[in-house]
């Protein structure tokens, strides 16, 4: 986790990626995944390291976001196989989640996975739009409540909660955010396709 006096730069740098994901995600797909990159990586390295040295956290934050978007970058070409991975793997915990409670079988995270690689190959502008939409729509929202000043959002990820990197399962008592977050994502989805529409 990164200082606290690097909090809120860092939380208006979520929103305002977030808000370019959620909204232009299609027309700017190179720079919504070199964004993800380095702010994935710099979060996982920063993680990862103790409170000791802040030179110390943020040059880790920084090598780790620098190599997220050298990932990323490389991904470029099968990024789009990836996102409808991601997509395919929330859709078995969603599923999951409201028919039966709890984690789904691996097997059945494995194959929605897959599947969702695939159909993303076939549709591939749709798959970006809901993914980019989706993923801008949570970043948005949890660097929105960094900048309300509630902590709790930059403490969790600390600690290691898997909410904050993986909105599937609920936030401890805020079911709000997973429904600002679907609603968010369609608005993001519902602008990227009347705009890629027009384009066309």
């Given at each position: 986790?990164?200082?606290?006096?690097?909090?809120?730069?860092?939380?208006i740098?979520?929103?305002?990626?977030g808000?370019?994901?959620?909204?232009?995600?299609?027309?700017?797909?190179k720079?919504?995944l070199a964004?993800f990159?380095?702010?994935?990586?710099?979060?996982?390295?920063?993680?990862?390291?103790?409170?000791?040295?802040?030179?110390?956290?943020?040059?880790?934050?920084?090598?780790?976001?620098?190599?997220?978007?050298?990932?990323?970058?490389?991904?470029?070409?099968i990024?789009?196989?990836l996102?409808?991975?991601?997509?395919?793997a929330?859709v078995?915990?969603?599923?999951?989640g409201?028919?039966?409670?709890?984690?789904?079988?691996v097997?059945?995270v494995?194959?929605?996975?897959?599947?969702?690689?695939?159909?993303?190959?076939?549709?591939?502008?749709?798959?970006?739009?809901?993914?980019?939409?989706?993923?801008?729509?949570?970043t948005?929202?949890?660097?929105?409540l960094?900048?309300?000043?509630?902590?709790s959002?930059?403490?969790?990820a600390a600690?290691g909660?898997?909410?904050?990197?993986?909105?599937?399962?609920?936030?401890?008592?805020?079911?709000?955010?997973?429904?600002a977050?679907?609603?968010?994502?369609?608005?993001?989805?519902?602008?990227?396709?009347?705009a890629t529409?027009?384009k066309?």
């Amino acid at each position: 986790m990164l200082p606290p006096s690097y909090e809120l730069p860092f939380a208006i740098l979520l929103v305002l990626g977030g808000a370019l994901s959620c909204l232009a995600g299609y027309r700017l797909f190179k720079i919504v995944l070199a964004t993800f990159g380095f702010f994935l990586g710099a979060l996982l390295v920063s993680s990862t390291m103790g409170m000791s040295s802040t030179t110390g956290m943020v040059a880790g934050a920084i090598v780790g976001g620098i190599v997220g978007v050298l990932i990323l970058a490389f991904a470029y070409f099968i990024g789009n196989a990836l996102v409808g991975a991601g997509l395919g793997a929330a859709v078995a915990h969603i599923g999951w989640g409201v028919m039966r409670g709890g984690d789904p079988p691996v097997a059945l995270v494995i194959v929605l996975t897959i599947v969702g690689a695939l159909v993303a190959l076939v549709l591939r502008r749709y798959v970006i739009i809901v993914g980019t939409a989706f993923g801008g729509a949570w970043t948005a929202i949890l660097g929105g409540l960094a900048i309300a000043g509630d902590r709790s959002a930059m403490k969790a990820a600390a600690s290691g909660d898997v909410w904050i990197l993986y909105p599937i399962p609920p936030a401890p008592g805020r079911g709000w955010m997973s429904i600002a977050w679907v609603a968010l994502g369609f608005i993001g989805t519902a602008v990227q396709l009347s705009a890629t529409g027009r384009k066309r």
